[in-house]
């Protein structure tokens, strides 16, 4: 059956366009509007050069370009953390001093390279080594020391210091710094070795308290990088698109665990989170209770970011080391000393919990405002076989807004706050993330065009690609292109979230179309490809009881104008999100 009018069609294609799109490109429509700020989750989505698609989702290793950074920094007068460094450190910058004194071309490279060091000095501390650290991450091993992807693709802090390469590979080559790497590689693998139990325990404690497994999100990666000739005390831990990756410098084998502990619940209960991001709206009230907050402008801007970190500190704080030891009443205590006993522990118990609560109120006031209620959510996990995988929905969604606005416009916030330990590296969206950006701009002919540029240039992702032809075709009422590239997405795409809602919004043509059995077929298909999340499940069964209808507004005669019948058209609720991160 042939559709009624083209009015029908723009009906039908705004009610279509209004749920299409995966979170990921929902929330990054939010970047024109000049109510809503850029959001945190567009991250390069390549890989560091020390990242391996095929190895293990949690690797302990070190980087021999990060390596030849780290002692060019030494040379050029990187004194942080020099006296707690390990030993290693200061007997590498021995070695290159002696390099130095040996060859003049050495000390001309190097002196060429500290000045343009010294000229990119920031005013931060942190942020002047971090920008280093980005662009070691994203070099391949030497001699080349070459960018592994695209300068674009780049996160954006080490482009300020890209132009430095010539200089490195000049220092790297005349200071022979490979025969350094190799003369102290066996102590860097000993580091690497007595931290390999440490990290492990860490882990497995955490999965215990989260009783979910190891993570086996496909191509999400936890990557712990170790580099002595940098200061202990800093701690660079970074998320890169997937993958989440932790700097640090050890001393005789130990490391800031807290930190690594930190990013690794970022690592496990992100996508938990990010993959129920359209879902979240309802939370956005609590955004205008921390405007004053002393918070990092990601959180202040980003519910689900907000909520992550909430969530986090919350299980830090029923998880952290006190100090205190818990007393334990002795097996055979006398009946007459029960009752002492028993005051003992209760006190140790009450002590313990008073350095939990001064936990959670440091990061209720710094403006981590859901702190308290994941506490609480948290000690009732505690005692249920639900893993955090389980309960982590209905702690979400049976949150009550308006008690926990109400509870955060109360707070008397710090002057200060305290900043999350991890960087999340955002980028300027180009790409498929551009065109799911205009997309929901209502830019069709933009979206399509950058996503035909994708296709054209053989995108690792064609299948995200063709799902995006689909929306735009469907926004234009081209329902027999929308059809085709659907279609197009099932055969290429291993994404159960863009497959799933494929075969729902085929079922919707066919059911506009009047084919109602074709239409149950794909609505039944698509709960076989078990995406797994709520919205699917109830879009698919919905499609299954009863065919789908445009809006009222979709009757409306021909000759009303396409805006007003388009205007008063409700947006279906549902919205897939199909990548579990941003």
């Not at 919350?314 to 007393?327: C, V, W």
């Not at 702190?371 to 995988?389: G, N, V």
């Not at 863009?498 to 079922?507: Q, R």
Request: charged share 25%; aromatic share 6%; hydrophobic share 35%.
């Amino acid at each position: 059956m042939s559709f009624c009018s083209n009015l029908r069609l723009a009906i039908i294609a705004s009610l279509f366009a209004t749920c299409l799109l995966p979170a990921t490109a929902q929330q990054s429509a939010k970047v024109p509007s000049k109510q809503q700020p850029p959001p945190p989750q567009l991250r390069p989505e390549k890989p560091p050069a020390l990242a391996d698609p095929a190895g293990p989702t949690v690797s302990l290793q070190t980087s021999e370009a990060l390596f030849d950074v780290a002692v060019a920094l030494n040379a050029c007068g990187y004194d942080n953390g020099l006296a707690e460094s390990d030993p290693i450190r200061a007997r590498v910058r021995d070695q290159v001093n002696q390099a130095m004194q040996q060859s003049e071309p050495a000390r001309e490279a190097r002196d060429k390279l500290c000045v343009y060091i010294n000229q990119h000095r920031l005013g931060d501390a942190s942020r002047d080594l971090a920008q280093y650290v980005s662009l070691a991450l994203y070099l391949t091993p030497p001699p080349e020391l070459a960018l592994s992807v695209d300068q674009d693709d780049m996160p954006p802090d080490s482009t300020q210091v890209i132009d430095m390469l010539p200089l490195l590979h000049a220092f790297a080559e005349k200071t022979q710094l490979h025969l350094l790497w190799l003369a102290n590689h066996t102590e860097y693998e000993d580091q690497v070795e007595k931290l390999h139990d440490p990290l492990t325990r860490m882990i497995v404690s955490t999965n215990i308290y989260l009783k979910m497994p190891a993570s086996t999100y496909s191509g999400i990666r936890y990557i712990v990088v170790l580099e002595p000739m940098l200061s202990p005390a800093e701690t660079n831990a970074r998320v890169y698109g997937p993958d989440y990756v932790v700097v640090a410098s050890p001393v005789n084998g130990t490391i800031h665990m807290q930190e690594a502990r930190h990013t690794y619940l970022h690592y496990e209960i992100e996508p938990l989170l990010y993959s129920r991001a359209s879902a979240m709206d309802r939370l956005l009230p609590i955004l205008k209770a921390v405007r004053e907050a002393p918070l990092e402008f990601q959180y202040r801007s980003d519910i689900v970011s907000l909520v992550i970190e909430c969530l986090i500190r919350a299980i830090e704080a029923r998880t952290m080391d006190t100090g205190i030891t818990e007393y334990k009443i002795p097996d055979d205590v006398r009946r007459n000393d029960l009752e002492r006993e028993t005051q003992k522990h209760n006190a140790s118990l009450q002590s313990i919990a008073a350095v939990r609560e001064n936990a959670v109120n440091q990061s209720m006031v710094a403006g981590f405002v859901l702190t308290r209620y994941f506490y609480d959510q948290l000690i009732a996990f505690e005692h249920t076989p639900e893993s955090l995988k389980e309960a982590i929905g209905p702690m979400v969604y049976g949150m009550d807004i308006d008690q926990q606005t109400h509870r955060a416009r109360d707070i008397h916030f710090a002057e200060e706050g305290s900043s999350d330990v991890i960087r999340t590296t955002t980028r300027t969206p180009h790409g498929l993330d551009l065109a799911e950006i205009k997309l929901h701009q209502g830019d069709a002919a933009g979206a399509e065009k950058l996503a035909k540029q994708a296709l054209d240039q053989h995108t690792p992702d064609p299948g995200r690609a063709d799902y995006i032809l689909a929306l735009t075709s469907v926004m234009q009422g081209h329902m027999d292109d929308a059809e085709k590239s659907f279609n197009e997405t099932i055969r290429l795409s291993k994404d159960p979230r863009l497959l799933a809602w494929s075969h729902i919004y085929l079922g919707r043509i066919h059911d506009i179309r009047e084919e109602r059995d074709e239409a149950v077929v794909e609505y039944k298909t698509a709960l076989t490809v078990r995406d797994g999340q709520p919205d699917t499940k109830a879009a698919a069964e919905k499609g299954i009881k009863q065919p789908f209808a445009p809006p009222q507004s979709a009757q409306h005669n021909d000759d009303n104008s396409a805006d007003d019948s388009t205007s008063s058209a409700k947006p279906d609720a549902q919205a897939p999100a199909a990548q579990p991160h941003r």
